[in-house]
C-alpha cells in the first residue's frame, strides 16, 4: 500500500519561501508509472493543482501558470521523497498543502495527510 | 470562482440514490474523457472515487458511479449509506497540463 507523509512548517512569513517534503512508502519516487504532484486547498481558492515530477529516463517537472514563477518541486531519490518549494509567499498562499501520486488525466490514488499552511508575519 | 460548477449541496435519505452534476465546457470537461471525483471528509485529504469519467479504483464500492454528457459530468451514488455523508469534487483536465477543479458539493444523508 502506498502512503505519502508530509513534513514541514505550518507557519511561514510573507516574502519568504514555504517549504514542504512529501515521503513515499511502498512505491518508488523514480518508477516509470508514477507521478508526483502538490495540491493545494483553501476556501477562496479551492482545490488547486501546483506542480508535478516524474521519472521516464529523465526527470520532468510540470508546473501550474499561476504558480510558474514561483515553485521548485525537488526529488531526493536517495531518501525516496519529494519536495515543495514556493518563493515569495503572500496571505493567499495560505492554504491546507496535499502531496499526492497520480496524473491528470486519471486522478490522484494516494494522498499525503495534508499540512496546513499560514503566511503571516 | 472555480472552473466547474458543482450544486453547492445535495441531498437524500439512506437508500436512495443521488446524482451531483459538474459543469465545464468543451475545453475541459467536453474535451477529454479525463473527469475524476473526490470524497472528501472534514479534516481528510480527498479520496479518488471515479476516474476517466466512470472507472472505479480498486477498493471503492459500485455503489457510485460516473457518466458525461457534453460537457457536464455526472456522479451518482446509489444506495446511500450514512458514511457517504461528505463534500464531493469534481476535477477535469483542461490540456496543456491544466486541471481544473468544481467547486464541491455537500452531500448531506437525511
Known amino acids: 500500500q502506498v502512503q505519502l507523509q508530509q513534513s514541514g512548517p505550518g507557519l511561514v512569513k510573507p516574502s519568504q519561501t514555504l517549504s514542504l517534503t512529501c515521503a513515499i512508502s511502498?512505491?518508488?519516487?523514480?518508477?516509470?508509472?508514477?507521478?508526483w504532484n502538490w495540491i493545494r486547498q483553501s476556501p477562496s481558492r479551492g482545490l488547486e493543482w501546483l506542480g508535478r515530477?516524474?521519472?521516464?529516463?529523465?526527470?520532468?517537472?510540470d508546473y501550474a501558470v499561476s504558480v510558474k514563477s514561483r515553485i521548485t518541486i525537488k526529488t531526493d531519490t536517495s531518501k525516496n521523497q519529494f519536495s515543495l518549494q514556493l518563493n515569495s509567499v503572500t496571505p493567499e498562499d495560505t492554504a491546507v498543502y496535499y502531496c499526492?501520486?497520480?496524473?491528470?488525466?486519471?486522478?490522484?490514488?494516494?494522498w499525503g495527510q495534508g499540512t496546513m499552511v499560514t503566511v503571516s508575519s | 470562482q472555480s472552473a466547474l460548477t458543482q450544486p453547492p449541496s445535495a441531498s437524500g435519505s439512506p437508500g436512495q440514490s443521488v446524482t451531483i452534476s459538474c459543469t465545464g465546457t468543451?475545453?475541459?470537461?467536453?474535451?477529454?474523457?479525463?473527469v475524476s471525483w473526490y470524497q472528501q471528509h472534514p479534516g481528510k485529504a480527498p479520496k479518488l472515487m471515479i476516474y476517466?469519467?466512470?472507472k472505479r479504483p480498486s477498493g471503492v464500492p459500485d455503489r457510485f458511479s460516473g457518466s458525461k454528457s457534453g460537457n457536464t459530468a455526472s456522479l451518482t451514488v446509489s444506495g446511500l449509506q450514512a458514511e457517504d455523508e461528505a463534500d464531493y469534487y469534481c476535477?477535469?483536465?483542461?490540456?496543456?497540463?491544466?486541471?481544473?477543479f468544481g467547486g464541491g458539493s455537500k452531500l448531506t444523508v437525511l
Open positions: 468543451s475545453s475541459d470537461v467536453g474535451g477529454y474523457n479525463s
Open positions: 499526492a501520486r497520480g496524473w491528470l488525466q486519471s486522478g490522484f490514488d494516494f
Open positions: 511502498g512505491d518508488s519516487a523514480s518508477s516509470n508509472s508514477a507521478a
Open positions: 476517466e469519467v466512470s
Open positions: 515530477t516524474y521519472y521516464r529516463s529523465k526527470w520532468y517537472n
Open positions: 476535477s477535469s483536465y483542461a490540456g496543456n497540463n491544466n486541471l481544473v
